[in-house]
C-alpha cells in the first residue's frame, strides 16, 4: 500500500485538503527561492479539540513535500500518526508556542531569506517605503535574538512580543507570520518578503528614501479589505495551486 493511500484512509476529508493546502505552501516557498535547504517549518492547526499540527518531514526538501509526508504532531512535537518520516521537534518551538497561546492562528510560516534576515539585523526594522511594506506594518512585532530557537524558556517572550500581531521580525533570523489559514499567512508573507526585497534594493541606491505618511499608514488595513474584496489570501490561493498544479501536481499526493 502507497503512503498516499495509507495516510488518506486514515485521516478525514477537512485533513487531507489542509495537507494538501499545506504542502502546496511548502513548494510555493520553493519556487519563490524562499526555502533555505531543509530549515524552516510551516505548520498548520488540525481541525478538533485535540491540538494536532501538521509540519514538514525532517530532512525534506521543500520541493519535495507532499500532503502524505506531512507528520502529524502534538504540541509537544511527539508524533502522534504513524509516519515514515521524522520531525524536528526542535524546529517547532516557535510555532509550538504560537500555536498554544493563538487560537486563531491556523497556520504558522518561518523564512530565513536574505532580505527578510537583512531587514531583521536593522536597528529601525521594517521602513514604511513601499505600497508592500504597509499591511505587514499594520500587523508587525518584533521578538530579539536569544539564539538558536532550542530552547522552552523562550516561548512566553516570544509569545509576548507578537501579541495579537500575525506578522513577526525575529532579529538576526528571519521572518514569521500568522493567520486563521494557510492562505492569509502566506500573503502576509508575500507582502513581507516583497517589503524586505524592497527595502534593501532602495537602501543600495544610496539616496534619502521617503516614508509613507503615518495617516496612511494608519488606515491600511481598512484599504487591504477593499483590495482582497475581503477573501484575504483566499483571493490569490487558487490561482497558486493552478500554478503549481501546471509546473508539477505531486504535492497532492
Given at each position: 500500500m502507497s503512503t498516499n493511500t495509507s495516510v488518506r484512509k486514515q485521516v478525514s476529508d477537512e485533513e487531507w485538503q489542509l495537507r494538501v493546502d499545506l504542502a502546496a505552501c511548502y513548494r510555493v516557498i520553493a519556487m519563490y527561492g524562499w526555502d533555505?535547504?531543509?530549515?524552516t517549518h510551516i505548520s498548520a492547526r488540525v481541525a478538533g479539540p485535540d491540538e494536532h499540527f501538521l509540519i514538514n518531514p525532517y530532512g525534506m526538501l521543500f520541493e519535495e513535500i507532499t500532503a502524505s509526508s506531512l507528520v502529524k504532531v502534538d504540541l509537544a512535537g511527539e508524533i502522534v500518526l504513524a509516519s515514515g518520516y521524522p520531525v524536528n521537534p526542535a524546529g517547532f518551538v516557535?510555532?509550538?508556542a504560537i500555536h498554544a497561546a493563538r487560537h486563531d492562528v491556523g497556520c504558522v510560516l518561518h523564512t530565513h531569506t536574505k532580505a527578510g534576515?537583512?531587514?531583521s539585523a536593522q536597528a529601525p526594522g521594517l521602513l514604511p517605503i513601499s505600497q508592500a511594506s504597509l499591511f505587514p506594518?499594520?500587523?508587525?512585532?518584533?521578538h530579539d535574538y536569544e539564539g538558536v530557537a532550542l530552547n522552552d524558556a523562550e516561548k512566553p517572550r516570544l509569545v509576548a512580543d507578537l501579541g495579537n500581531n500575525n506578522a513577526l521580525i525575529l532579529r538576526n533570523h528571519g521572518l514569521l507570520t500568522t493567520g486563521p489559514s494557510i492562505a492569509d499567512a502566506f500573503l502576509l508573507m508575500y507582502m513581507l518578503e516583497t517589503a524586505c526585497q524592497t527595502q534593501i534594493f532602495a537602501q543600495s541606491g544610496g539616496a534619502e528614501l521617503i516614508q509613507v505618511a503615518p495617516a496612511i499608514v494608519a488606515?491600511?488595513?481598512a484599504q487591504a479589505e477593499q483590495v482582497t474584496r475581503g477573501?484575504?489570501?483566499a483571493l490569490v490561493w487558487p490561482g497558486l495551486l493552478r500554478k503549481l498544479d501546471r509546473r508539477d501536481p505531486s504535492f497532492r499526493d
Open positions: 533555505d535547504l531543509v530549515f516557535i510555532h509550538s534576515v537583512a531587514v506594518i499594520a500587523t508587525l512585532a518584533y488606515g491600511i488595513q477573501l484575504g489570501g
